[in-house]
């Protein structure tokens, strides 16, 4: 079956490594994912970039006018429409690419996303998705939101666990995903008025596998597939799964390698090591998922280099070729009118 | 210098491995640390769980008449006066005790705590500080609070502060601690409405060395000795942080003893492996300390075997010492002062 083969826009200007990076990193997706790349920026840097590699038939550059920098941020999105975050966006608006890539500033990704796609109808509030690895290797769980709203109401977490629920059956292939809702105790009369109220409506509705409450001690434990938050929480979890992975590391690097018999046994255990550093650094796991917004982004961290450009990229042609957002519409859609036929026998009832 | 002998009373009925794992873990302290243990719970029990040990001459039994069990919870503290929790507070009031600790149920603790022996005038409510070790040997950061507060007031994280300043100068010794607000961005416009209303509080109070926002990255660095946040994300945090460093050891028993090399190089660091599960196991780093209440209470995880009973004691000692709770007295009664001498001063201008 020849099927199209996904075109994914990645903001070449966005991170702290960029261009060079995140180059590299579509230029390796670009000949092993089956994927065609545009880089969108600066035709000339991007150029100078592509210099350093084997060219690929499977790149092109859509030129753009500037970027949005980590210090600038969402106000300047309005004032450079042309800046690289922007032009990507307008790309899947035009149906020119089906998902964006960008290490640029979140927040402007983010508000690019919603300005110039749109939410998904019926959702409320974009949200962050980030996938962690679990202690079950080859097991992740999808965590959101760990970013784009601090402040939630209960429905938006509703509708979080929705479309977690969805990226995980369809995306990640979990036959029946488990959803939880992150919180203080096990218990439903545990946790903040947010978690209380949430808890109702996620066991209320048929919808939603949802199996309880998930305590900080769950998240990394396989038992769930799927665990929403308020962005606060989720971006504090986030950021610091992120370090803990790295301090980790870096502790036993310091460690290990402590007298001869250290220094002998980290030597034989280098593969071994090598291994255990790919279970637990989160880079090795792309980036996140902004849910809600009509086209697929994927936002990488800021700090990205080559390796997590090519599994944000993974991400995003897995996203594309599993068909979320047609997804999630329809279960909105299909919601939507189950509410509207409900008030009609309601009000033929009256 | 003659000192009095710090006196300590333990609830020997509390934690899924009472009374034997406490009674063993209190025995330990009361022949290495110079303090004298008051073991409060049922004597035949207690005295069942003695036989296995050499006599110690600090250890004495005070009886009590049955425990909270973790399903009970704190409904049932009323109706067992004389529960081993409730006695243990009361040998406190009673200046009969200078400490409490307990791994029994923790909202059982706190609400005994603070029924039993009342709050610091000038704290609102009473917070949960677990100290978490950092990626900088021998240097930790105390959180607060962790759990006991699911919904608060930006007043009471300016209160955490000041009490988690206190703690940190006198009983960690650090000569200038450095405060955060656990936040998703650095820039003081970042945050929910707690956070952003906090961080006005904190940045005007002169007596709180606030440096600024702490983000989830931030929290092992070292940068902070002090975090404050609300107790539903401390919470969240802290099962996490527990869960995390056990689960990075289970993969390391995973991955690092595969392959003939493996087992090797794990059988030579073995000694080192030990060191790097003293810098990342949680247990390691004692209980957690009630801040707010008219006396010292260490809260130690439901799962504490004795080397985690011993840790507590110690904490609760150097609480003890270091005269914490006189020091927040004389604090808040200073506030208070200056609040009113304030007001005068603002009512004689009128």
Redo the contacts between chains.
């Keep these: 079956m020849a099927a199209t083969r996904a075109r994914i826009a990645v903001d070449a200007m966005g991170g702290d490594h960029a261009p060079d990076e995140i180059v590299a990193g579509a230029i390796r997706a670009s000949e092993e994912l089956d994927v065609t790349i545009l880089l969108v920026g600066d035709r000339q840097q991007i150029e100078q970039s592509l210099q350093h590699h084997i060219q690929s038939p499977n790149i092109e550059i859509v030129e753009a006018d500037g970027a949005i920098s980590m210090e600038e941020g969402i106000t300047e999105l309005r004032r450079k429409p042309n800046a690289s975050i922007n032009v990507a966006m307008d790309l899947v608006k035009q149906n020119r690419a089906d998902a964006v890539v960008s290490a640029g500033h979140s927040g402007a990704a983010m508000a690019a996303a919603t300005l110039r796609l749109g939410r998904i109808k019926g959702i409320d509030r974009p949200a962050i998705g980030a996938v962690f690895p679990t ?1 079950l ?1 080859g097991k992740s769980v999808i965590i959101l939101d760990v ?1 784009a709203n ?2 939630c109401r209960p429905k938006y977490l509703e509708q979080f666990a929705l479309m977690g629920t969805i990226y995980s059956e369809y995306v990640l292939g979990v036959e029946q995903p488990k959803v939880g809702l ?3 105790g096990e218990e439903s009369t545990k ?3 947010l ?1 209380l109220q949430t808890y109702e409506l996620l066991e209320a509705n048929p919808k939603i596998p949802f199996i309880g409450n998930a ?7 396989g038992r769930f597939d799927v665990i929403v ?5 989720g ?10 992975g790295e ?2 590391l ?3 690097r ?6 001869w ?2 220094k ?6 280098k ?3 090598k ?2 550093k790919q ?2 650094d989160h880079a090795e796991h792309g980036g996140a998922l902004l849910f809600g917004v009509a086209g697929i982004c994927i936002i990488s961290h800021g700090s990205s280099q080559a390796p997590s450009i090519f599994n944000a990229i993974r991400l995003a042609k897995e996203a594309i070729s599993h068909q979320v957002i047609d997804r999630i519409q329809a279960d909105r859609k299909q919601t939507e009118e189950d509410g509207l036929a409900q008030s009609a026998t309601v009000n033929s009832e009256l």
């Excluded at 900080?216 to 434990?221: A, E, H, I, P, Y």
């Excluded at 938050?229 to 929480?233: I, L, N, T």
């Excluded at 971006?235 to 803990?244: I, P, Q, R």
């Design positions: 202690m290797a970013g601090v402040d992150l919180n203080i946790g903040n008025d978690a305590e900080g001690r769950d998240v990394l434990s938050c308020d962005g606060f929480v971006n504090v979890l986030l950021k610091f799964a992120e370090a803990v301090i980790l870096q502790i036993m310091e460690e290990l390698p402590q007298g018999r250290g002998v046994g980290s030597s034989l255990l593969p071994n090591l291994r255990l279970r637990i």
